[in-house]
């Protein structure tokens, strides 16, 4: 048995030592939480189908040079991944209006940036991740201006993998949300699972929604929405 | 008479057109609003006394370099300024940490920040004012980089002259609001009010709030707290 004891759970994730110091194990829960996670669900399995869907993201990140955290997928809903200290904000990329910011700026769902924005959230669940500027992250101290342009720059290339990765199988991705922390080597990695729970993916040509939305907004089809694009991406990946 | 139509009422100011197309005039009201105008409340002779501390401010950034809109000072509670398309961005310096900055980062007011925050909000009422980062600015085409750039400088520089005006009369300048246009030789140019409704004034030796926070907090004495700052910026201009 690789896992020893649980280092912390959060909303969807255990992350428990390991024998080895440089790794964690990440084991993926059932559980969905939205809005702060005043609003909880699950279903079965969900776990490790986002174990599967991260895998692929990750295996496909990795023939495109992006450097991330994860090392190998084990049995069911458990990947070991380095650790990292985690840099203290949520990064979004957005390609298209959606959640948040349509509703900050009162603008309509689906219209398309001209190019894709990268927000920052200061990662605190007390003060329910605040949307920061670089400008307030700089002042207080939680990253300098070199790393936010990293950061950028890191989540624009992953961004264009995974737009492109998406479109192949009919989907178009919105918009995601992800971490990056610092290994051992004090490289700067991506450092999260990247599956339908973190971000928006709308089918191509219905633009039915295919992600964590479904359980936010009641709309049916959790499960099956997780499962298609599971399939899709196994199909699409094995091309 | 220079007044002609009223081209705009504001929650605390008049604009109307003069005359002369490059000119407007601006009178200041005396009504007090707070919370995005769902608190209300207004005292006699407010909007004349806005008016001098704005004059005196004015009058202070032209001896600094500063450009602005302000001509100069009519009657009672009006002054004359330069037209300008208004960028709609309401600019935020602090120097310290209140108010909404506190209650979002879960910090006490009063703590110095290292140096001074300069942060954008989306001006429209019906969406309360949005805070923004430069990068949704860009995308949302309201302003480009080189623009908020400027922005940042002069607004830096207009907190150095404030700041140090203020500190003569015994004054910390906590933060203040304003707003920047571009006039007729698309100039970018200071285009609003400096007055005690939209900067936080704290005593430096008791702290006390001698500003907006007064009416807004209930903290009593607002007529005399802003009579108090006009005195001391009278005397202090005066030496």
Same mark, same amino acid.
């Given at each position: 048995? @690789?896992?020893?004891?649980? @280092?912390?759970?959060?909303?969807?994730?255990? *992350?428990?030592? $390991?024998?080895?110091?440089?790794?964690?194990?990440? =084991?993926?829960?059932?559980?969905?939480?939205?809005?702060?996670?005043?609003?909880?669900?699950?279903?079965? !399995?969900?776990?490790?189908?986002?174990?599967?869907?991260? +895998?692929?993201?990750?295996? +496909?990140?990795?023939?495109?040079? &992006?450097?991330?955290?994860?090392?190998?997928?084990?049995?069911?809903?458990?990947?070991?991944?380095?650790? $990292?200290?985690?840099?203290?904000?949520?990064? #979004?990329?957005?390609?298209?209006?959606? !959640?948040?910011?349509?509703?900050?700026?009162?603008?309509?769902? !689906?219209? +398309?940036? &001209?190019?894709?924005?990268?927000?920052?959230?200061?990662?605190?669940?007390?003060?329910?991740?605040?949307? &920061?500027?670089?400008?307030? *992250? #700089?002042? /207080?101290?939680?990253?300098?201006?070199?790393?936010? =342009?990293?950061?950028?720059?890191?989540?624009?290339?992953?961004?264009?993998?995974?737009?492109? /990765?998406?479109?192949? *199988?009919?989907?178009?991705?919105?918009?995601?949300? +992800?971490?990056?922390?610092?290994?051992?080597?004090? =490289?700067?990695?991506?450092?999260? =699972? *990247?599956?339908?729970?973190?971000?928006?993916?709308?089918?191509?040509?219905?633009?039915?929604?295919?992600?964590?939305?479904?359980?936010?907004?009641?709309?049916?089809? #959790?499960?099956?929405?997780?499962?298609?694009?599971?399939?899709?991406?196994?199909?699409?990946?094995?091309?």
């Amino acid at each position: 048995m @690789l896992k020893k004891e649980l @280092l912390y759970e959060g909303k969807a994730k255990k *992350i428990f030592k $390991t024998e080895n110091d440089l790794e964690l194990l990440m =084991e993926y829960k059932d559980s969905l939480t939205a809005f702060n996670a005043l609003k909880k669900g699950e279903f079965a !399995g969900k776990g490790a189908l986002n174990c599967k869907i991260s +895998t692929l993201i990750f295996e +496909t990140l990795s023939k495109n040079q &992006v450097k991330h955290h994860w090392l190998k997928t084990l049995e069911g809903n458990q990947m070991l991944v380095q650790k $990292t200290t985690i840099i203290p904000l949520e990064v #979004v990329v957005r390609n298209v209006i959606a !959640g948040s910011l349509a509703k900050k700026l009162g603008r309509k769902e !689906g219209e +398309t940036l &001209v190019q894709p924005l990268v927000e920052f959230y200061y990662k605190d669940d007390a003060l329910a991740d605040p949307f &920061v500027s670089d400008d307030q *992250i #700089v002042a /207080m101290g939680w990253a300098d201006l070199a790393t936010l =342009e990293h950061l950028k720059k890191e989540a624009g290339k992953i961004n264009q993998v995974l737009k492109s /990765m998406f479109e192949k *199988i009919g989907l178009k991705l919105v918009d995601f949300k +992800t971490e990056f922390g610092r290994n051992a080597k004090q =490289e700067i990695i991506l450092a999260d =699972e *990247i599956s339908p729970d973190c971000m928006r993916l709308w089918d191509l040509e219905t633009n039915k929604k295919m992600d964590k939305d479904r359980f936010r907004q009641d709309l049916g089809e #959790v499960e099956e929405s997780y499962q298609e694009v599971y399939q899709r991406l196994q199909k699409g990946t094995q091309i």
